[in-house]
């Protein structure tokens, strides 16, 4: 089935710790993203990737890192630099950077203990 | 830097009733713009876009959206709601290959 993977779906971790979430995509998409989605403030993006080995700040990356590395994986690190990190985080991907329209995997639930 | 905002965060209708959702965006020029719905317990999907043309574009499940250059607005309609609408609605812009989101807006429809 093609998609979007997310892993884990759920994440506890201790302040301090830094965290990886994982996102692979089989859709032969050119472009992935990430983003936090927290109530009342809808989707912030945190890190973008147009092309592998290459990607770009998004509007909340402080705390967080990401590499490409493979077309298909796009992976994020929460790291204990970031301030407030509980939070659902979703990766998406599309075929062109440009269009907009992307496509999401479920989501991974992460919460700091 | 583009902005979206959606002015009704929970709305909360009947069934049968019709359904306006406000999006409106702060930058002109060339945009492209998207409705995407979260059902509950369910991923993101597109509900629909404009990219150009015909500003009164239809998506699924019934639903349309009128952009209004003049107003900066992307509109959603839905001229009959169903239970099954029960969702979460956002609004995005697209910015130099970046998707920017409103804050969302949550709909509830009662049976």
């Known amino acids: 089935d093609g998609g979007i993977t997310q892993s884990p779906k759920y994440l506890f971790r201790k302040e301090g710790q830094n965290v990886t979430l994982s996102c692979e995509q089989n859709?032969?998409?050119?472009?992935m993203y990430w983003y936090r989605q927290d109530p009342g403030q809808g989707l912030r993006l945190i890190y973008y990737?147009?092309?592998?080995?290459?990607?770009q700040k998004g509007d909340i990356a402080e705390g967080y890192s990401v590499s490409r590395e493979k077309k298909e994986s796009f992976p994020l690190t929460v790291t204990s630099a970031q301030k407030n990190p509980t939070a659902f985080y979703l990766c998406?991907?599309?075929?062109?950077?440009?269009?907009?329209?992307?496509?999401f995997g479920e989501g991974s639930r992460l919460t700091v203990l | 830097a583009q902005s979206v905002s959606q002015h009704n965060h929970h709305v909360i209708l009947s069934e049968a009733a019709s359904l306006e959702l406000g999006c409106n965006y702060s930058?002109?020029?060339?945009?492209?713009l998207f409705w995407y719905v979260q059902y509950p317990g369910q991923h993101l999907q597109l509900l629909l876009k404009?990219?150009?043309?015909?500003?009164l574009v239809k998506g699924i499940k019934g639903f349309e959206a009128e952009f209004i250059k003049s107003k900066f607005s992307f509109n959603l309609r839905k001229p009959s709601v169903q239970w099954s609408d029960t969702a979460e609605y956002f609004c995005?812009?697209?910015?130099?290959?970046?998707?920017?989101f409103g804050q969302g807006t949550e709909l509830s429809v009662k049976p």
């Open positions: 998406a991907s599309s075929h062109l950077a440009n269009t907009g329209e992307l496509f």
């Open positions: 859709l032969n998409h050119d472009a």
């Open positions: 990737s147009q092309i592998v080995n290459d990607f």
């Open positions: 930058y002109g020029g060339t945009v492209n």
């Open positions: 404009y990219f150009s043309g015909d500003p």
């Open positions: 995005a812009v697209n910015q130099g290959g970046k998707l920017i």
